[in-house]
């Protein structure tokens, strides 16, 4: 019998509605002129959704579809194909269920693109919704000059810049004159093209001698800008010198620039040096960089006798025409310095950063002026500055994630300037345990912590936010997030005491965005509603070990789905009259309000089976011993949460359960017992999903992968449904079922010494179309056992050997989850953290560890995650929570966050014990914690001080000075 069953009992039908239906059936039969009738409706009719991140919700409605076989999804544009046009997170759909829309990176040519859903039953019924895409900020035009004044019949070139044109469509020009057309009277207009156009004076000043240059969109008429041009008649020129006057310090530089006014063929200046009218360089300094409208001085080595000098720039169409500036030089504080504060940190794409710059023996306080620079950019496409001052300005992350320099120069000495490195990444969140759904533990778009930069001297603790209880659940990172109309980076945070937290994530001191209690009224929680009291006293969960002390609230890994800015997360209560709760909530990203109403898992959910527990033949979830610890899955518009026990209380199984993203609705067949009938004598099912508080892993397919604990097992057997100590793969296509399994050949071994093989989390590695199998899975637990399985033919169970590709023994019980990168599977076992180089050729392991770390970690290990620059850089990061302040515990003590370089395990870059003073110095531990690395940062939950601070959660960068 399978583990799972529908949600409602269905009674049989009577013999007469049998045929009654069968009547039916014939009458709306394949080809009937029944179809004919068939309706489609599709709703929106029309949307406009932002290029890049937009998404939007599409329906179908097909009535008179009496299979009920819904409608085909199909994309079309005119001015694109393909994924140019977006992207239909499924390409069919029955009728009223959703599917998402979602727009490319990039606007097309053409912005319109049609939807259309046809129907199954019969493709000459279709209908379509309009999408136009958008750009993400609105069309702007700015022309450059804004004004000008022409002599008559001399010539101007103006040039228009079109911001968010995605298809570069530029601008048209045209002329006008109190608003109406005046060319050619008013000029001509010569060369256009998309950006630029020459003005041509005409021959004699008109009447109105104002005229108006316009450049108009092409891609949005609406937005325009506008130049101002005056035609006279010859004017005198002028010239004007910037600044007029400065000190400079002996061997000291500034720029200088002049304008001049009605010179039309843009002839400039020319330069020179005097004192008391005569010329006088090199004596009193020298000039460089000379162009037509700015030059640079330098001051000379000594103060001359006379210190006072004349900078002086003439007009080269009139030469009688000229503008000066006075220059003291000076030796009065010694030679000019910049630094820059931060010097160094990380960003995420168009996230803002505010720098200040100090200027040493600044004669005049010029201050400095600003620039940005980096590999493949000029100008502002290697970011922009706001608010600047002379010293202070903020920056302004460019869109391309990569490495950027911010230098501020000073404006007395153009050879004295300082910078800092930033790191700008366009990672779009982590948002999953283990961050993402093959739970590889990677995060390759670090570009700011590199093996350089990760050392006592450069990287250290930040800040930490304190929270009302421990943390055990990974935290989530999701960028620019509009909170109170702010963006903000934000770290979210699940504690033992049924609370969720967001933080900013960069933010000194911590800055609590929201939090959220997940007991209140509010959150579903009724009157006298607590967390769980877990402990040798008093404690309500389990045996009383107090293996979780001192409550059990949010223990599993939340979820968050960024394109509808959900938190899913799973509660865990009890009230006064020892009544058990579990909720599901699903929580707004941006105000930890819910959703929809939380949902209750409770004993009304059960499948058929005879187990441990079962009453008549049913078998229902318990909220008491059924602990949420692993880690939620968000896949396909459904959420799968799992459940081992607490302590190895009986009665318990292993369960998995889908819910509907949107309304948190059970979906139909999506329950799954992993141990659901009696074996045997064996009193007990068990069959827990633990993986340390990993979470199942998923393939291309949707299916699901999870190793169980020791239980009973007969899934060898005909009709067989229990699968103690097994890797299960689930299938989602329908509800869930088994598509296929591993199981040790010494189960029964395994399960009576208590030797769990789900200890530890199933990882899915990157497939290897090159290699002897294509797609793999590796997992393994307290027998230290890593087991290397085929994912398209895991090989089940045999008494007498095991059907796997390859095993890998790490030397101690793993409960772990490992991490997969570059061909390396990096796992820390009790004891030291191991790297095993995988060769895509054999599809095989090397036997041996080809690095590992002199450290040592205690019980239970640790799920390491790794940051890299894409293939460079890579770094190890994982927590040593030895002293997990349990009773079960050797002891009580800081949790110690360790950083090694990914290519050999033996170089340790860090770690947060090595700094004086305890600058580093994290809160104390939590078992199974793991490190979430994002954006320059490392976020690590502890359980605070356990008196004044019952929780804390730690940051880690890139020490700003």
Known sequence: MLAHSNWISVGKLATTAMMAFGLVAFMYAPGSAAQTHITVSVSPTSASVQAGTGKQQFTATVRRDWRNRGVRWTLAGAGCSGSACGTLSATSSASGVPITYTAPATVPANPTVTLTATSVSNSTRSASATITVTSTSPVSVTISPTSASLNVSTARQFTATVANDPANQGVTWSLTQSGSSCAPGCGALSGQTPTTVTYTAPGTVPANPTVTLTATSVANSAKSASATITVTSTSPVSVTISPTSTSLNVSTARQFTATVANDPANQGVTWSLTQSGSGCAPGCGALSGQTATTVTYTAPG?????????????????????????????????????????????????????????????????????????????????????????????????????????????????????????????????????????????????????????????????????????????????????????????????????????????????????????????????????????????????????????????????????????????????????????????????????????????????????????????????????????????????????????????????????????????????????????????????????????????????????????????????????????????????????????????????????????????????DQPSGPVTHLVIGGGKQGNLFLLNRDNMGKFSGTTNNVLQTVNAGNGIFATPVFWQNNLYVAPIGALKQYAFNPTTGQFSGAPSSQTAASFGFPGATPSLSSNGAASGIVWAADNTLYCTTQSPGCGSAVLHAYDATNLGHELWNSSQAAGNRDQAGRAVKFTVPTVANGKVYLGTRGNDSTVLGELEVYGLLPN
């Open 302 to 766: 000594t103060v001359p006798a006379n210190p006072t000098v004349t900078l002086t720039a003439t007009s080269v169409r009139d030469t009688s025409k000229s503008a000066s500036a006075t220059i003291t030089v000076t030796s009065s504080g010694g030679s000019v310095s910049v630094t820059i504060s931060p010097k160094r940190g990380g960003l995420a794409v168009a996230q803002t950063l505010a720098f200040t710059a100090t200027v040493m023996n600044d004669v005049g306080s010029a201050g400095v002026t600003w620039s940005a620079s980096g590999s493949g950019c000029t100008g502002s496409a290697c970011g922009t500055f706001t608010n600047g001052t002379s010293n202070a300005a903020t920056y302004v992350a460019p869109s391309i994630a990569g490495i950027y320099t911010v230098v501020a120069t000073s404006a007395a000495d153009l050879t004295k300037s300082a910078s800092a490195t930033i790191a700008v990444t366009d990672l779009a969140g982590v948002l999953t345990y283990h961050n993402n759904v093959s739970r590889d533990g990677t995060n390759s778009k670090e570009y700011a912590l590199t093996t350089a930069l990760v050392t006592a001297t450069t990287f250290g603790k930040l800040f930490s936010c304190p929270t009302d209880g421990a943390i055990y659940a990974q935290p989530l990172w999701v960028p620019r997030i509009t909170i109170n109309s702010l963006a903000h980076n934000v770290i979210v945070v699940a504690t033992q005491h049924d609370s969720v937290y967001a933080f900013d994530a960069d933010t000194s001191p911590c800055a609590t965005l929201w939090h959220a209690n997940l007991l209140d009224s509010a959150h579903g929680g009724t009157a006298g509603e607590t967390t769980v009291p877990s402990g040798a006293t008093g404690g309500l969960v389990g045996s009383g070990f107090g293996d979780i002390t001192p409550e059990v609230g949010v223990t599993g890994t939340p979820v968050i789905d960024p394109s509808t800015n959900t938190v899913y997360v799973v509660s865990k209560s009890v009230n006064a009259s020892t009544q058990f709760f579990q909720r599901l909530h699903a929580l707004d990203l941006t105000t930890g309000n819910e959703k929809v109403t939380p949902r209750g898992i409770d004993t009304s959910i059960s499948v058929a089976g005879t187990g441990d527990g079962s009453v008549n033949g049913r078998v229902a979830f318990d909220p008491r011993n059924e602990s949420q610890r692993p880690g939620l899955v968000l896949s396909g518009g459904v959420v799968y949460v799992s459940w081992a026990s607490h302590e190895d209380h009986d009665p318990y199984h292993g369960w998995v359960m889908g819910f509907s993203a949107s309304t948190l609705v059970p979906v139909t067949n999506a329950v799954f017992n992993t141990t659901p009938n009696r074996v045997g004598t064996l009193s007990y099912s068990r069959g827990g999903i633990w993986m340390g508080g990993g979470a199942p892993a998923v393939d291309a397919s949707g299916n699901l992968y999870f190793i169980t604990g020791n239980g009973t097992f007969d899934a060898n057997n005909v009709g067989g449904s229990n699968y103690g100590d097994s890797v299960v793969k689930l299938s989602t296509a329908s509800g869930l079922s088994v598509a296929d399994y591993f199981t040790p050949r010494d189960q029964s071994t395994l399960d009576a010494n208590d030797t769990d093989f789900g200890s530890g989390a199933a990882t899915i590695l990157v």
